[in-house]
């Protein structure tokens, strides 16, 4: 992956490798591609989550996780 500039990468973000980012990558974030993208969210485990209903319950963990104002938080 390529960081162009001063990027903050949030805590448990993870970043697909090949892509570029270009501005600052929110907690648990999973970013993709050219430029980089968010295409979901990753527990603090590495799991990616399946989000239902802007609640998500990792499957490997067991953390639960809400969506709120395009964010995710941990409960």
Request: proline share 3%.
């Amino acid at each position: 992956a390529t960081m162009v500039g001063w990027i903050t990468l949030g805590e448990y973000a993870c970043v697909g490798a090949g892509a570029v980012v270009t501005s600052d990558v929110l907690p648990y974030a999973l970013m993709v591609g050219v430029p980089a993208r968010r295409v979901g969210w990753m527990c603090q485990c590495g799991e990616r989550l399946r989000l239902a209903d802007g609640k998500a319950s990792c499957a490997t963990c067991g953390t639960a996780y809400h969506e709120r104002d395009g964010r995710l938080e941990r409960v």
